[in-house]
């Protein structure tokens, strides 16, 4: 059966060189429109931490273009490290009291995100032989309610070789800047 996608190639081939420079406007977004309280930061930041532990348990188990990841959070969803993202950035943005922060995360997430994942699908289909049975049993993003899968086999070493403790320092320099925001900690360097 032949995969139909939301995107056209040449769409998703352009935002995949944009991925990184996405990041960096949101980055810019996120710094701008922040404007967190302690009550905000008490209801995101929680939700930060989950996506980010949610990456980190998706790198434990990807040994990129060497073996097809559909244990630990591969067995729920195909794209864990996206979802992770995708709920660390909603988390922010709540924490920092933006809902026009969170509607631009939302849509560079959908116009960027969406159509990347269908462009490693497809690489991941040429790839694996296994992997069509695999897409056809665990949804592209979003886990369902009895989702199976062997759910154990974490790694640190693919935790540290997939790079995942960047994502843990970005969120914590996102905090630290939250917390100056909200007027919870001084810049260090103003006496």
Known sequence: MTRRYWFPKHYADVVQRLRVTAG?????AFLWFSEPSVAAMAVGLPVSLAGLALRAWAAGHLAK???LAVAGPYALTR????LGSLIVALGLAVAGASVLLTLLFVAVFVLVYYPVM???EQH???LFSGYAEYADRV???LPVAGAKGPLGGFRWALWRRNEEYKALLGFLVGVAYLAW????????LVP
């Not at 794209?79 to 996206?82: E, G, K, S, T, V």
């Open 24 to 28: 960096f406007g949101l980055l810019a």
């Open 65 to 67: 273009n060497e073996s």
């Open 79 to 82: 794209n864990p490290l996206y």
């Open 118 to 120: 269908e462009l490693e």
């Open 124 to 126: 991941l289909r040429k």
């Open 139 to 141: 949804p592209l993003l």
């Open 181 to 188: 925001r909200a007027g919870l900690m001084r810049w260090p």
